[in-house]
C-alpha cells in the first residue's frame, strides 16, 4: 500500500516541478503569462497522463502494447497541448 502513495507523491512531486518552469520564467520574461486557470489546466493534464501513463507501465504485460499505448497517451497529450497553446485545430478551446 505504501508503494501506490510513493508512487502518487512522485507523480504530484514531478507535475509540480514541471509547472515550476513557467512559473519561473513568468519572473524573467513577459512572454510567459500565465494564470491560475492556466496551471489549474496544466497541471491536471500533466498529472492524468502521468497516471494514464503509470496505469499502462503497471498493467500490461505486453511489450509491443505497453509501447503504443505510451506513444499514443504521449501524442495525445502533445495534441490536447498544442491546442490549448496555439489553437492548431481551432476548436473554442483554443480560447480563440
Do not use: H
Amino acid at each position: 500500500m505504501t508503494l501506490s502513495f510513493k508512487r502518487i507523491g512522485y507523480i504530484f512531486l514531478g507535475t509540480l516541478l514541471l509547472l515550476c518552469i513557467p512559473l519561473i520564467a513568468m519572473q524573467f520574461s513577459s512572454e510567459v503569462d500565465w494564470n491560475a486557470f492556466d496551471f489549474l489546466v496544466a497541471g491536471i493534464l500533466l498529472a492524468s497522463t502521468a497516471f494514464v501513463c503509470d496505469l499502462v507501465w503497471r498493467n500490461i504485460s505486453n511489450d509491443t502494447y505497453r509501447i503504443v499505448l505510451l506513444i499514443a497517451a504521449l501524442v495525445f497529450f502533445f495534441l490536447i497541448w498544442a491546442e490549448l497553446a496555439v489553437g492548431i485545430f481551432g476548436t473554442p478551446f483554443a480560447g480563440s
